[in-house]
């Protein structure tokens, strides 16, 4: 999975100087939402809910419906509404889907090296040509020679690629064998148990790793800008930085179940517990027993 990812690095941030928009911008959006997701989500549950939902529902509307603005806008609002309405089941099944997502990046490995080179049907402006790069050498750098170009430019650039990285994983997709999706299946199926039996230790979990998720996608898209190769120091220290992303995640949940209580209202209960407390103060003397 990461061989994708180092081809949409090596394309995005070698040698076409992107509009800092584009990279800076969402970077440090997903830094921020990451973070606080990854530290607070249990604490405001229903509003990244609904913003889990319309994130969803984007990625859902534009790659499996239609890749334009239509389908994925109509998507996320209707997800969003559905993950207000059925709180409890949006996280059993979004805690089953990233389950189901790091159980397939682990078993598509070995496919995705044997993926051919795909072309994007986005056409690449012609002002996007590359330009010349210069090697920092061991620094791990790449300095971009040349004025960024502008941000409509390099917004198509970026779905252009965004298309050729979905279109490499549909394909190792079809090629894996049947108990590889047995394994997948089963992975989905328990996360889903275990998110209606457990749903509060699921939403902290939840939302830990997808705030963790975030921060990583920010930090490589912030250091793309800068010229760096993240994907490519990732590749070369997978457990390293596999070990960073669980404890990033065991530490967000734990500090959400700590700290992010759970209200737990039982206002039926509190009424009759109060109205048992009260009559006694309330006994009225009548004539008999004076």
């Known amino acids: 999975m990461l061989e994708i990812l180092q081809d949409f690095e090596s394309a995005i941030g070698g040698t076409v100087r992107l509009s800092p928009v584009v990279l800076v911008g969402p970077g440090l959006v997903c830094v921020i939402a990451g973070l606080f997701v990854w530290l607070g ?6 509003l990244l809910v609904a913003v889990a939902g319309a994130i969803t529902g984007a990625i859902f509307g534009f790659f499996a419906i239609g890749q334009n603005i239509i389908s994925t806008a109509f998507m996320a609002v209707l997800i969003a509404a559905i993950a207000t309405v059925f709180e409890r089941l949006f996280i059993a099944m979004l805690t089953a889907t990233l389950a189901a ?15 051919p080179t795909f072309l ?15 090697d920092k ?4 750098e790449v300095s971009v020679q040349g004025p ?3 941000v409509r430019e390099s917004a198509e650039i970026m779905k252009a690629h965004i298309i050729v990285l979905s279109q490499k994983i549909k394909y190792a997709g079809l090629q894996m064998p049947v108990y590889d999706w047995l394994i997948i299946a089963v992975s989905v199926l328990i996360f889903i148990v275990a998110g209606f039996l457990l749903w509060h230790l699921a ?7 997808l705030g963790t998720v975030l921060v990583f996608t920010g930090m490589i898209l912030l250091l793309l800008h800068k010229g760096a190769v993240p994907v490519s120091r990732i590749c070369s220290k997978p457990s390293f930085y596999a070990t960073i992303f669980i404890i990033m995640a065991v530490f967000g949940t734990l500090e959400q179940l700590l700290l992010c209580k759970h209200p737990k209202t039982h206002p039926t209960t509190k009424r009759q517990v109060g109205k048992n407390k009260q009559e006694p103060g309330r006994t009225k003397k009548s004539w008999r027993t004076t």
Not at 101 to 115: D, K, Q, R, T
Not at 120 to 134: D, I, K, N
């Open 148 to 150: 960024a170009i502008g």
């Open 137 to 140: 050498g061991t620094t791990g």
């Open 101 to 115: 997502v790091f159980a397939f990046v682990v078993l598509v490995g070995p496919y995705i090296e044997n993926s």
């Open 41 to 46: 989500g249990l604490g405001f549950r229903k």
């Open 120 to 134: 994007s049907s986005t056409p690449v402006p012609a002002a996007t040509q590359p330009v010349q790069a210069e």
């Open 203 to 209: 939403s902290a979990l939840c939302y830990s790793v």
